[in-house]
Each structure stands twice: as C-alpha cells, then as structure tokens.
C-alpha cells in the first residue's frame, strides 16, 4: 500500500486555516489600490509558513483565477510554483479580473544576474502592451532588461515606476522571497515601494525572516560542507527529541528584516498557526487520521503549515493505522528540510559545530558547550546563527532553536561521524551527579560500550534521576525505548518496552504509547513474562479509558488485574480502580459495584498507604453509588487522611472526588491544584485534563462560572493534544453547561451536541447526562419546562444506557423545578428524596439550600414560604451566589402570585443583579419579566455594570476592561485583539459565529467603543 498523499490538487482557492486576519489585511491593500491609495506589505516569515499561498489568495481574489501556486495548498502553503525567477502569471500578466497582477520570485540560481528579477516582473507589460514610456525611459529600461546594465542615479527606477503608473488597470505586484532577487531589482522594488501612495498599484513582497547572506559571505566553511563524508543517520531523528510544544521558542512580532532589505517598509511577521488550525488543516489533508495521530503531528509542526502537508504526505500505513510510531520531524529531504539545510549551509563550520553540540544536547549550559567545542572555538561563533534567527539565547544561560525542525536538520544532516564524535564529548565532560542521565543517554548515542551494559546503565540512571516535568531532557520514554533496543535479553527487552509505553502515555503520547506496545506485542510471547503482560495491559486499557470505549477499556483493565494480582499487588489494585472509573464513566452502577466487591476481597491490613487509598476510595463510592451516604463517610474522610502522603496525580484525583461526595468544595479545589502542579512536575501532562474535569465541579459548586469556563476550555485544548477523546468530550459537556448558564443557546446546542455524539459513540454515560442536564438548564432558563423535564428523566437512568446516577443528583434541582411547573411530582419527590439523603450527609450549606428549596417548590402554599427562608439563610451561609439568585427568583415568583408584590419585588431585584453579574441573559429576563408582573420598571438590559461574577485571573481582575465583560465574551475579546475572525474565534470556541457576532457587538456597547483597533488597544496595551 503506498504511502498516504494529500489529496490532488482542487480546483478552487484552498482554506487557508488560521490566516483570514493576515487575508484581511493584504486584500485591504488591493482594496485601497482599485481606489488609488496603493501602497505595500512586506511578509516575513520562516520557512514554510505559507507567504507564497496567501500572495496566491490576493492574487486569486483580485482577478477570479486560481493560480498554479494556489491550487492543492489547503495547508496555507505554496506548492506548485515555479522554481526560477520568473513571473507566475498568464502571458499580459492575470488579466481576467480587473487587476493586472505581476509576479516574481527570488532564487539562488539568478541573484547574481542584474535585473533577472525585474525581468521576470515586467516581461508581461515591458513587451509593448503598456503604453509607450518617453524614448530616454524606454532606452533605458531596455538596456536593463536585454543586457543587465544600467547607469546609476534614477534614471530606472524612474521608468519603471512610469511603466507601471502607465497601465490602464490597478496592478497587483507580488514579489516572491525578495532576499534572494538579485540586488539591483531588489534596490528598484523598493524604491517603487515607497512611491506607491496615490497609486493604483499594490505591492506585496515575502521574505525570510533573518536570511543570512551577509554572514554567508564572511564564511571560510559550512556546516554542510562535511556532507560528503558520510549519510545522513538513519531517518533523521535524533535522540532526546522533545515531542512537546513547550520546547519550541516562542517568536517576538518583529524580529527585522533580511540584509539588504530596507526597514522602512510596513511590515506583517508571519508566525505558526494555532493548534486549532493546524487540526484542521491536518483533517483537510487526511479526514480519515486518527485523533492521537492528528494531535501528535500538530505537536511535531508547531504550527508550520509546510511542516503539516509533508508530515501527512510522508505517512505510512502504519503510522496511519496507529501501529507504528508517528514521525517527528518532517521527511528529510523534502521542501522544508532543504530549506533550512540551504540555510544552515550558508554559516561557517564553527557555528556548525556548536550548533551540533546543541542539537545533541539542548540543556547544554554555555561553559560546557565550549568546553565541549573543537579547540579554538569561541562563542561568538553563535552570533551568525542569532542574527539568521536559528537560535536564540536563553536566559537560563543556554542556547535552543527557534524552529524544533532545524534541530532535526541540523543533527540529522550531520554525518554519523560527527555525531558520534559530539556525543563523546559530552560523555566526558558532563560528570556531575545531576548529569548521570545525560551521560549515560550520550554514551548510548555513541555506543560507547557493550550494549547490554549501556542500556543497564540507562534503566539505572533513569530509576535515580529526579522526575522531571514536561519536555525535559532525555525524556523517560526515550530513555526506556533507547534501552529496549540496546537489550537482547528477550524478557528485558519486553519490561523495558512496557515501561516505555507507560511513560510515553504520561506524557501526553498515546499514539507512541501504542506503538511501543505494538513493538512488544511482536517478541516472542515465551519471553514475556506474565507482570509485564499485566503492565502492558493496564497501559493498553489506560489508553482506552481516555480515548476509547469504555467497555473494552473496562475489560482490558480487568484483564491487567489478572495478570498481575499474584506479582503486584499495587498495580493490580489500580488496574481495578481504573476499570471501577471505566463502569462509572459509562453510567454502569451494577458493573461498577460488582468490581468493587471483587477488589474488596484482595485487602490486606499491611497496604502501603497509596494502596490503602485506593480500597478506601472504592469502598466510599460503592456505598455512594447504593445511597448509603452515611456508611459512606468514614471510607471517604480516610481518603483525604492518606492523601497527604500520596504524590500520585492520578490517586490525588480519586482524592478531589472523595472531598466533592463529603460537599468539601474548597478542599476538593486545594486538593486538584496539588494534583494538577504534581502531573505538570512529573511531566505526567495527559493527566492534567483529567484533573480539571473536578476541578471545575469543584469551581460549580463555588458557583465560579467564569472559571469553569476558562479552565474547561483549557481542559479541552489539552486532551486534544494529548489524545484524550473522552476527557474533551468532558469538557465540552462543561462549555456546554457555562453557556447554558449566559443563556447562549445556540453555543449550548453545539457544544452539548459534540459531547453526546462521543459520548454515544464511546460509551460515555457521564458525559451524555452532563450534556442533557446543559440542555435541560438551558430549558428551565428559557421556561421550556416539558422539555427539561424529559431530558432530566433521561439523565436519571444508571443503568448504562445515557444515563448517570451523580449527574443525576447534581441535576435534581432543576428536576424538580421543571416537574413543579409541569405538575409531575411524584417523580420530582422521589428524585427529591435521594438528594436529601446525600445532602444531609455533607452539611454543606450550599447543599442544604439546593434541597430546601426544592422543598418548597413541592410544598403546599403555606409551607412554601418557611422553606424558601430556609433556603435563603442557608445560601447566605454558603459560596455560591448564582444559586442563591435562582432561589430569589423563585421566591419572588411565588410571593408574587400570593399577591404580595412588594415583598416579591427585593427579592427579584437581588436575582436580577447578580444574573446581569454573571451575564445570565435568561435568567436576567426571567427576573425582568417577574418584576413587571409586580408592577416594577426593571433597568433595561446592560443597564448594570457586567463582571465576571468569579473569581477571575489576578491580571485580568485589575482591569476595568475585563470586568466589564463576562468571561465568554472575555474570552472572544481577547482571541479578536489577538487577530482573529469571527469564524476563527468560533471554531476555536465551540460557537456559532453568528453568536460570536453577537458577543462582539454586546463587547463594543459595554466598553464603548466601536472597532477591533480600539478593542487591540484596550485589552493589549
């Protein structure tokens, strides 16, 4: 089967994800020249970043073609141009539109012929369909463009602005990487550039950010020039390459212009895309990828469009299939590693060499890096790759690489010689205790030793070292994987390889995890040894509880607690843990009870602490999920006993949840940061979602809505990057849920939409309630009882098939509302009733009040009101605002209709002002609507000062401008300064942008402004 290709070119102008702000402003620019205000754009960018496919779209858009370059770039990059200097354009130039539009681009081959490119720029209007220039212009634009030759002064330049004045239709100049045209028609563009005001020509150049020339020609070697003495080394890669975003060094708006470029012409810095948009372009090329592969080479490309469409293009079926390793760098040899090698060939050979030693190793401090460096090195020779923007120093005294793909370039060019050679100078010089692993890493790279000694070594140091967090260096996985490879021994080689695939999933890996255990899988099954079946199978069911279906994963779990119940008790225990969470997931209480009678059995008083935990944890949520709540207590009070002792993030979760059942909230919220900055410590990122899907039901019971949004939209953002479908599928569920709260029905709609059409798929019960109960918050909002109450008897199903038993108590206020209304109430009391049994068992005021004032919703007429007061001073006793605004609205309602309006008018109006505080637009008129049946005026909308209403970030809390907005459109205002589209910011969001329209204009009136300029200046400065 042949690798996987993007898709043949189309006929149409591709989508160029992520760059509607930048195709804003350079079709502006064309905009002014049809109205005779031309001017020009300079575009720098890294290699890679698609300037030539957004000149393409200008191009297209101004004359209704599709050029060559054009078509077949959906990845926001140019593929298909010529490769000369020549001009990209129908003989006359692009003449079907109303614009005449003239292209070049600078190559190597012709930068040292005069005027090449002004000859590939005029040749469509210089041949005689212009109107004629003066005889003295012609004579000497002719000996420009026939023989290279010019004299100096402004006789050509001249002309060839009187050239292009003289064409009866507005121009559209696209100059394609200037730093490479030869210097006179590079000199001749800019100065027609900065005469182009009360023209009707628009001028749009590229150009690499930081080219080198000037270095290159100071140079007495290259980096490259010891290619002929070996290979590049195997595929490329090269060893400790971190497979995390937070490696790659985030690039300034501006960092100059190339030399020879003059810096006074209006420039616009080119930089990655987002990882939104780089998921899209990814599913643009290959619809039918996985989501670990999608978000692994998101990761790899770190935003270069280029690096996408050839990351897919170098796929094999395996890699496609999710059997084998995805790449890590894009395909040697292709466009953009040559683009960077031709870069790197331009330094001298000192810069090279040093630039190798950081390749090998980027946590090299800069003593050691000289010490390590070939006699007579000085670092100054870093200095020629700082200005050609290839490395950047850092602060921590250390040298990396503004783009991660030049490490791969610059290690995997190098010959294996030269590797090996700067891996043993590090050997040796790195000798300190904290740099064992890194010793041992580089002699592995070097072999230096036996083999099997080597990867002894490695397994030894890694079980020594502290843990490191995110992208540290070796990571563990390539450490374990390195010694997998090293080893012979079959059954070493196995463990080492299991071991490999557990670490490779904590870090946020899964698509490498699986491969890895793919590798396993493919050893002699003599060899493998029944505790290393039992690891693989809880890493291989792991990765299904996150990302899979929750009945295979709960099988596979139980399959791993087999294997090693007789071998390791501890993982055995969390095997079963994990297949309970798997049960719980789905809304499966038998299979969930049934699992925890099985674990019971297995404890021994002699458990260590974590284990202990563990057997108290199931046996508290076993009596929960019965509604024993009382005998439940005790199990979950020594949960948080033993919690202190545990550095585990994934235990520490089972903790948050213990203190969440006992209605702990604060403790619940202290005990989720602790796991949250311990996975970030222990470079465990894949468990940071997780953690933040109790977190934010921690921060809704705070009634913190702000803050639930902010952290599920970061929840979201980094399970999908590290692959955790159902965890996303969570946090969309709570989107779903806060714009319920705002009264934003369509953006409800479509978050709770996208988290049930996983949830079904995945057999995710908890998250499909947690859907429906959004959707039914959003119904009792918009007084649409019925329908709340329909979704609500869904939710109350625990028998694995949608519903879920804890959403389902959490839901039984707005249950109960919804039957009041609709006259049901005998389901809402029985609802009412198992909601009184928990929440009689936390003492939680929040609690107490949720349930007293279901009561009085269900109470007759003249107990209502002793019930709803009840309420009232429990709520005052508690943290959440929100709810209590809900009780003062049905307080009010009810005073109301017992013909007391003035008693029900404070009532209302506190729930008015705290609805406006938090931007509940529905509830807010629910409050309105109260107060005028009691015969108020109620302030119209926005009449109140808006806030977040929660606890907002301390930065964003001292703004005026930030708490006059509530946190979604917080939210858009800060993605719209940032640059973004409506469309933009609605992918990005999970909205309509019909809805992000909306916001945007409430966003203008609340700040009183009028423009995104003005809304730039005052959230950025």
């Excluded at 191009?59 to 990845?75: D, I, K, L, Y």
């Excluded at 141009?81 to 292209?103: H, I, K, Q, W």
């Amino acid at each position: 089967m042949p690798h996987l290709r993007p898709s043949a070119p189309h006929t149409r102008t591709p989508v160029l994800h992520g760059r509607a702000a930048e195709l804003d402003t350079l079709r502006g620019l064309a905009a002014g020249a049809l109205l005779g205000a031309g001017g020009a754009l300079l575009l720098l960018g890294a290699p890679g970043t698609g300037k030539s496919a957004l000149l393409d779209a200008v191009a297209e858009a101004v004359t209704g073609t599709t050029t060559g370059a054009a078509s077949g770039t959906a990845s926001g990059t140019a593929s298909g141009t010529t490769s000369g200097t020549t001009a990209d354009a129908v003989p006359g130039g692009e003449e079907t539109g109303r614009f005449l539009v003239l292209r070049a681009r600078g190559t190597r081959t012709e930068e040292h012929l005069p005027y090449a490119g002004l000859h590939a720029l005029l040749r469509p209007i210089a041949g005689g369909t212009a109107p004629p220039l003066p005889p003295a212009q012609a004579a000497v634009l002719a000996r420009a463009l026939e023989l290279g030759t010019a004299d100096g002064g402004l006789a050509l330049p001249a002309a060839v602005l009187s050239l292009l004045r003289a064409v009866d239709r507005p121009i559209l100049i696209c100059a394609d990487d200037v730093h490479l045209l030869d210097a006179p028609s590079r000199e001749i563009l800019f100065f027609v550039a900065r005469r182009l005001a009360g023209e009707r020509i628009a001028m749009l150049l590229t150009a690499t950010e930081k080219a080198a020339e000037e270095t290159a020609e100071n140079a007495t070697g290259n980096a490259a020039g010891d290619a002929a003495e070996g290979a590049p080394g195997g595929d490329g890669a090269f060893p400790g390459t971190s497979h995390d975003a937070s490696r790659a060094v985030s690039r300034p708006a501006f960092r100059g212009v190339p030399g020879g470029i003059p810096g006074d012409v209006p420039t616009l810095v080119l930089g990655g895309l987002d990882e939104e948009a780089s998921r899209r372009v990814l599913t643009d090329l290959a619809p039918e990828m996985t989501e670990d592969l999608r978000a692994s080479l998101a990761q790899t490309a770190h935003g270069n469009p280029l690096a996408l469409r050839e990351l897919v293009g170098s796929l094999t079926p395996a890699q496609l299939s999710g059997t084998a390793a995805p790449p890590e760098t894009p395909p040697p040899g292709g466009r953009l590693w040559r683009a960077h090698a031709e870069r790197l060939s331009r330094l001298p050979r000192d810069t090279g060499n040093l630039l190798l030693l950081i390749a090998a190793d980027p946590e090299l401090d800069t003593a050691t890096l000289l010490r390590a460096a070939e006699p007579g090195c000085a670092l100054t020779a870093l200095e020629a790759a700082e200005r050609a923007g290839i490395i950047v120093r850092l602060p921590e005294d250390r040298y990396d690489f503004r783009e991660p793909v030049v490490r791969a370039v610059v290690y995997g060019d190098a010959p294996a010689a030269r590797r090996r050679a700067a891996h043993l100078a590090l050997t040796r010089l790195l000798n300190q205790e904290h740099q064992r692993l890194r010793r041992a890493w580089h002699r592995a790279a070097a072999l230096d030793g036996p083999a099997e000694r080597l990867a002894d070594e490695l397994v030894e140091e890694l079980a020594a070292a502290p843990a490191g967090g995110r992208g540290a260096f070796p990571e563990p996985f390539r450490v374990l994987e390195r010694a997998a490879e090293l080893t012979t021994r079959g059954g070493t080689r196995a463990a080492r390889l299991a071991a490999a695939a557990r670490h490779a999933w904590h870090a946020g890996l899964p698509q490498r995890a699986r491969s890895l255990l793919n590798r396993l899988n493919r050893l002699n099954s003599l060899t493998i040894s029944e505790e290393v079946r039992g690891r693989a199978e809880l890493v291989r069911g792991s990765l299904e509880l996150r990302s899979g279906k929750t009945g295979s994963a709960c099988d596979e779990l139980l399959a791993a607690a087999e294997w090693l119940l007789d071998r390791d008790r501890e993982e055995a225990v969390r095997a079963l843990v994990r297949a309970s969470e798997a049960s719980y997931m789905a809304g499966d209480t038998q299979r969930f009870l049934s699992i925890v009678r099985r674990s019971a059995a297995l404890r021994r008083p002699d458990d260590p602490p974590v284990t202990q935990l563990m057997f108290e944890y199931l046996e508290g949520i076993a009596a929960t999920f019965r509604g024993h709540h009382r005998d439940a207590a005790a199990p979950l009070r020594r949960v948080l006993e033993l919690a202190p002792s545990v550095d585990t993030p994934s235990v520490l979760v089972w903790a948050c949840v213990s203190s969440l059942l006992l209605g702990d909230d604060a403790q619940a919220l202290k005990l989720s940061t602790r796991a949250m900055e311990t996975a970030r410590a222990q470079g465990a990122v894949s468990t940071v979602p997780q953690v933040l899907e109790f977190l934010i039901q921690a921060e809704l019971w705070l009634g913190r809505y702000a803050s639930v949004a902010a952290n599920a939209m970061e929840g979201l953002r980094l399970a999908q990057e590290t692959g955790r479908l159902n965890s996303a599928a969570q946090h969309l569920a709570w989107l779903a849920l806060a714009a319920a709260v705002e009264g934003d029905e369509e953006t409800c709609r479509i978050r709770a939409g996208s988290a049930i059409e996983l949830a079904d798929a995945h057999g995710l019960g908890v998250v499909g309630a947690l859907g429906g109960w959004a959707l039914a918050h959003l119904d009792v909002a918009a007084g649409r009882h019925a329908n709340a109450a329909g979704r609500l008897r869904a939710v109350a199903r625990a028998d694995g098939t949608g519903g879920h038993l804890v959403i389902r108590v959490m839901a039984t206020p707005h249950f109960v509302e919804a039957a009041a209304r609709t006259g049901d109430l005998e389901p809402a009391r029985a609802a009412l009733a198992v909601l009184d049994r928990w929440v009689a068992s936390t003492g939680s005021p929040d609690r107490l009040a949720l349930a007293a004032r279901c009561h009085a919703l269900l109470a007759e007429p003249g107990e209502s009101e002793e019930r709803f007061r009840e309420a009232l001073d429990l709520h005052h006793r508690g943290s959440c605002a929100f709810e209590t605004a809900r009780t003062q609205l049905l307080f009010g309602g009810a005073l109301r209709r017992n013909r007391r309006p003035g008693a029900a008018r404070e009532h209302l109006h506190g729930a008015l002002e705290t609805f406006e505080r938090y931007g509940a637009r529905l509830w807010a008129e629910q409050a309105r609507s109260e107060l005028r049946a009691a015969g108020d005026a109620p302030p119209r909308p926005g009449g109140h000062t808006l806030v977040t209403g929660t606890a907002a970030p301390a930065e964003a809390a001292e703004s005026p401008a930030v708490q006059a907005l509530t946190a979604q459109q917080l939210q858009i205002a800060r993605l719209v300064a940032d640059g973004a589209t409506n469309r933009e910011v609605a992918a990005r969001l999970f909205l309509s942008p019909r809805t992000v329209e909306h916001h945007l204009r409430n966003i203008f009136s609340r700040l009183g402004i009028r423009s995104r300029v003005e809304l730039t200046r005052l959230l950025l400065g």
